[in-house]
């Protein structure tokens, strides 16, 4: 059964389209991340969502809008896509964001190109 | 802000050999944990080892340990007796223990490990 998926694994698409990734974890985690690997496989932190709640949000563009609709789903919306945006996206959960092992089981991935 | 560095982009090993990797880090908290991670040409993240700042006992899990020094804040990862299998980027990872940091972990650059038959 795999812990963290994200659909789809890949996604290309034109520059100025609208698209969604989708995340979800089978857990029972209650906290959620999005992080941007770009070419030079540098990879940061966007978003964390603590029980469906934003605690983070790293100076992303306003483009990038993450929706939680429940514990186990984290997706991420982005509208207006550039070139720029062409990475591979992570979708991570864990227990709780503080003290605590807290590991952080990632999704594997989806691979986006705007052409 | 805390930041992590791996000083090294490209590392070889020969198969059975050990190699060392290395990673510093800045910060000015006291409680926080590193890890590395593993990602494979599938681009898998893998999580290897971990460490409590709090601990002052190296962690080792079967082949992989690690040298953590927190005064000089240095975390390095060795392998021992390297498989080929073991070939892949290493990524330094960075996680306050404070909830208002969101759990997020902070990279470092990574580290493209190959290995040698």
């Known amino acids: 059964d795999t812990a963290v998926s994200q659909t789809p694994k890949y996604l290309v698409t034109q520059m100025g389209n609208d698209k969604s990734i989708k995340c979800e974890q089978n857990?029972?985690?209650?906290?959620m991340y999005w992080y941007k690997q770009d070419s030079k496989k540098f990879l940061k932190i966007m978003f964390s969502?603590?029980?469906?709640?934003?605690?983070i949000n790293e100076t992303v563009p306003n483009r990038f809008s993450p929706k939680s609709p429940d514990k186990a789903h984290l997706n991420l919306h982005i509208n207006s896509l550039e070139l720029g945006d062409s990475a591979v996206y992570f979708c991570?959960?864990?227990?709780?964001?503080?003290?605590?092992?807290?590991?952080?089981?990632f999704g594997p991935g989806t691979r986006l190109t705007v052409l | 802000a805390q930041t992590v560095t791996q000083s090294q982009p490209e590392m070889s090993v020969q198969e059975a050999e050990t190699v060392t990797l290395s990673c510093t880090y800045d910060?000015?908290?006291?409680?926080?944990?590193l890890f590395w991670y593993k990602q494979p040409p599938s681009r898998q993240m893998i999580l290897v080892i971990r460490?409590?700042?709090?601990?002052?006992q190296n962690a080792t899990e079967n082949r992989f340990s690690v040298n953590f020094q927190k005064a000089a804040k240095s975390f390095s990862l060795k392998i021992s007796d390297s498989q080929l299998g073991d070939a892949a980027m290493y990524f330094c990872?960075?996680?306050?223990?404070?909830?208002?940091?969101?759990?997020?972990?902070?990279f470092g650059q990574g580290t493209e490990l190959s290995v040698k038959p």
């Open positions: 991570a959960s864990s227990q709780g964001i503080g003290t605590g092992r807290n590991e952080q089981f």
């Open positions: 857990l029972g985690h209650d906290t």
């Open positions: 969502y603590n029980n469906k709640e934003l605690i």
């Open positions: 910060t000015s908290e006291s409680d926080y944990y």
């Open positions: 460490q409590e700042a709090y601990k002052q």
């Open positions: 990872a960075y996680r306050s223990a404070w909830s208002n940091q969101g759990g997020k972990l902070i």
